[in-house]
């Protein structure tokens, strides 16, 4: 949250599992950074504080990554036991051993608990098995069509505009900035706009390639110096994916049926990260925050 207090307006959120650098507490909750270099509030109720021992046995430990859209662990190894937790794509738990169809596990704050096979990988599997390709990322975003928008949302129950871009590319092995703001400042610039500054669809259509993102900034007549506040995942055709209301795809072509005629007319820029050269674009194999290195 923007502050140490339950009330106060969510900002971001992170998936169990992943390293946060603890900076400050103050009235029972901590300020963190996350992988992607954002800083919030969270409770101390849920994190778990490591030293710097407890922290490096947590990565020289296998992982399991759950793998499933959403699900749940397991007290003993059989579905009709008793609920431990809910569970997200993304999350990150310790492999501690296999019991017939179920890995035995462990939170980070040590309790214990049972996920069926079929709904995780070890997280090195799920790593050499990530291969981030335009096709695969679009793929990736559009399981998470229908979803409902929530503000500050990064995990597959509920996302905000650039939570669905974030959560797409970490589906295929990547951390990204988090807000819309943060992102179009990273990756390579595409061009799209005409030499007034307002956007081109016949540039557009030219320049970009499926899986660039497309910026917007609010009010129809923007400029390309407008605040940023809006992001969406580039299909192809004319057509992107994003988190308005609920994720969907639109077309940014006057005479196509999903047409949005808000969202086209604010386009003020577009971003390439595939193949971009960008420290701001971060492999997760290649993370202090998820791998031992």
């Not at 502050?3 to 103050?26: C, F, H, R």
């Not at 169809?101 to 040590?110: M, V």
């Not at 503000?151 to 589906?171: A, H, I, P």
């Amino acid at each position: 949250r923007t502050s140490p207090d339950n009330a106060a307006e969510l900002t971001s959120q992170v998936l169990l599992g992943t390293q946060v650098d603890l900076l400050q507490k103050k009235s029972g909750e901590y300020r963190v950074r996350t992988p992607d270099g954002y800083i919030a509030w969270v409770p101390a109720s849920s994190i778990t504080v490591m030293d710097q021992t407890e922290i490096d046995n947590w990565r020289q430990s296998e992982k399991l990554i759950y793998t499933t859209e959403f699900g749940k662990s397991y007290s003993e190894p059989n579905e009709k036991s008793q609920r431990v937790s809910d569970l997200v794509y993304g999350d990150i738990l310790k492999l501690t051993g296999h019991k017939g169809s179920f890995y035995e596990i462990a939170y980070p704050d040590g309790r214990k608990g049972y996920i069926k096979k079929s709904e995780g990988l070890t997280l090195k599997n799920w790593l050499d098995t990530r291969n981030p390709t335009a096709d695969h990322i679009i793929a990736s975003a559009k399981t998470m069509l229908g979803l409902p928008y929530l503000w500050g949302g990064t995990s597959v129950k509920g996302v905000d505009c650039s939570g669905f871009t974030k959560t797409s590319f970490f589906m295929n092995g990547f951390v990204i900035p988090r807000d819309a703001s943060q992102q179009v400042l990273a990756g390579e610039k595409i061009d799209i706009l005409d030499s007034e500054g307002h956007f081109d669809p016949d540039k557009a259509l030219k320049n970009l390639k499926p899986a660039d993102l497309l910026f917007f900034a609010a009010g129809k007549n923007s400029n390309p110096n407008a605040r940023v506040t809006h992001v969406a995942l580039y299909i192809g055709n004319g057509t992107f994916i994003h988190a308005a209301g609920l994720v969907r795809i639109n077309s940014m072509l006057k005479d196509a049926a999903d047409y949005d005629d808000f969202q086209t007319r604010t386009v003020v820029a577009a971003r390439r990260y595939l193949g971009a050269k960008d420290p701001a674009i971060q492999k997760i194999a290649e993370s202090n925050y998820y791998i031992n290195k």
